[in-house]
Antibody, heavy 124, light 106 residues
Framework: EVQLLESGGGLVQPGGSLRLSCAASGFTFSSCAMSWVRQAPGKGLEWVSAISGPGGGTYYVDSVKGRFTISRDNPKNTLYLQMNILRAEDTAIYYCAKKAVGITVAGTYGMDVWGLGTTVTVSS | DIQMTQSPSPLSASVGDRVTITCRASQTISNYLSWYQHQPGKAPKLLIY???SLQSGVPSRFSGSGSGTDFTLTISSLQPEDFSTYYC?????????FGGGTKVEI
């Protein structure tokens, strides 16, 4: 079964750091671009970051550039999101998602498998 | 950045209705457009990719159309399990922006 399982969320003070992980199983992890998508309380989905299959291409929404770093360990089938200098507006459920087909982030295929998310709360 | 604008929101409908949700991109994105369904407490679900291709396992009452800047998601006969929030997303250019969402409610 194709599965994604996020972990690493929690309560952190403003200015703090967290590292999210997403463990993948049931598919060839290195063959798929991966994304992080978040949903703040009462808000819609927001794409945060993505990484190409081999890991050479990384992309971010402007609001997290310079603070968040996406990475992947293909032999370990794991995606990461290092989040630094956290702000209250980063409070959200964070989902990892797999691109249906292809190693590039852009393309016509959508994200066909999602995890259940991990909750990040930034508050003092 | 490419802005994605959805309408209407919310959308009031009844079981059996034909429902259409529109999504407009601020610049042309060819057919690099996906539609997702998201229910509270669940993972988002891919319905349509490449603007009009039905994702495997998705009921045929869902369909998508459009190209360039204007897109639609249609549910031909609304079922009770379809009351949810729907999002479009462009995958043409980073950042891969979502629309604001359309909540389909009774």
């Amino acid at each position: 079964e194709v599965q994604l399982l996020e972990s690493g969320g929690g309560l952190v003070q403003p200015g703090g750091s967290l590292r999210l992980s997403c463990a993948a199983s049931g598919f060839t992890f290195s063959s798929c671009a991966m994304s992080w998508v978040r949903q703040a309380p009462g808000k819609g989905l927001e794409w945060v970051s993505a990484i190409s299959g081999p890991g050479g291409g990384t992309y971010y929404v402007d609001s997290v550039k310079g603070r968040f770093t996406i990475s992947r360990d293909n032999p370990k089938n794991t995606l990461y999101l290092q989040m630094n200098i956290l702000r209250a507006e980063d409070t959200a459920i964070y989902y990892c998602a797999k691109k249906a087909v292809g190693i590039t982030v852009a393309g016509t295929y959508g994200m066909d498998v999602w995890g259940l998310g991990t909750t990040v709360t930034v508050s003092s | 950045d490419i802005q994605m604008t959805q309408s209407p929101s919310p959308l009031s409908a009844s079981v059996g209705d034909r429902v259409t949700i529109t999504c407009r991109a601020s610049q042309t994105i060819s057919n690099y457009l996906s539609w997702y369904q998201h229910q509270p407490g669940k993972a988002p679900k891919l319905l349509i990719y490449a603007a009009s291709s039905l994702q495997s396992g998705v009921p045929s009452r869902f369909s998508g159309s459009g190209s360039g800047t204007d897109f639609t998601l249609t549910i031909s006969s609304l079922q009770p399990e379809d009351f949810s929030t729907y999002y479009c997303q462009q995958s043409h250019t980073s950042p891969l922006t979502f629309g604001g969402g359309t909540k389909v409610e009774i």
